[in-house]
């Protein structure tokens, strides 16, 4: 059973580009979150997505953040117009939908995204 | 969420037990603690949660004191390998939208394996 897949692993854009990174979560798996860590700091939530619904994304910055988990095909987190300042790892997690599962959450490699 | 207290570093000797203690005094009767950890440019992992018994698993034993105001997780033989930072988070185990919530990460313990 493949684990959470996140891709790319890496990802450079300049200023102003937009980043898109990808999130696979792991078979069964119907929750997907996101989660961002700026250098040197703890690891903060972002969102909270089931198919098609955004559940919490009371972590997401007001502005050029957005996400999606489709009906189809991976979860999208969406940077638009970056800045150096988005500059952090994201990792994307997942869970089942049972309560047997107890908030467990399985979490990808991550992304690194780098802003020139 | 219920707030928890980590020291932020500890060092055991690698083959020796390393117990790692969590105080989350506010925990309420819902409540599940849970540990993960962080290896350095790795994503989080998941290692072990608790109610109110002690559990044990093939990473780790949970051991939650009565009145579950503190815990200890206890890596029983520490390896280099277990070199990372370890986090303690306290909260329900589902969110009104039938899923888990996200989770509040605070500083956690980094754990520092010595050879």
């Known amino acids: 059973n493949a684990g959470v897949m996140q891709n790319p692993r890496h990802l450079v854009r300049r200023r102003g580009q937009e980043a898109r990174l990808r999130c696979s979560p792991m078979?069964?798996?119907?929750?997907v979150y996101w989660y961002r860590q700026l250098p040197e700091e703890g690891l903060k939530f972002m969102v909270y997505?089931?198919?098609?619904?955004?559940?919490?994304e009371s972590g997401m910055p007001k502005e050029r953040f957005s996400a999606e988990f489709p009906k189809e095909g991976p979860s999208i987190l969406r940077i638009q117009q970056v800045v150096r300042g988005d500059s952090a790892a994201y990792f994307c997690?997942?869970?089942?939908?049972?309560?047997?599962?107890?908030?467990?959450?399985?979490f990808g490699a991550g992304t690194r995204l780098s802003v020139l | 969420d219920a707030k928890t207290t980590q020291p932020p570093s500890m060092d055991c000797a690698e083959g020796r037990a390393a117990n790692l203690p969590c105080n989350h005094s506010?925990?309420?009767?819902?409540?599940?603690v849970y540990w993960y950890r962080q290896i350095h440019s790795q994503g989080p992992q998941y290692i072990i949660h608790?109610?109110?018994n002690n559990e044990t698993n093939e990473m780790a034993s949970l051991i939650i004191t009565e009145d579950r105001k503190s815990s200890t997780l206890i890596l029983p033989h520490a390896t280099l390998r277990d070199t990372a930072v370890y986090y303690c988070?306290?909260?329900?185990?589902?969110?009104?939208?039938?899923?888990?919530?996200?989770?509040?990460f605070g500083k956690g313990t980094h754990l520092i394996i010595q050879p």
């Open positions: 988070i306290v909260r329900s185990p589902m969110s009104s939208g039938g899923g888990a919530d996200g989770l509040t």
């Open positions: 078979k069964g798996h119907s929750h």
């Open positions: 997690a997942s869970s089942p939908r049972t309560f047997l599962a107890k908030n467990i959450q399985y």
């Open positions: 608790g109610l109110k």
């Open positions: 997505l089931q198919k098609e619904n955004i559940i919490d």
């Open positions: 506010t925990i309420s009767g819902n409540e599940y």
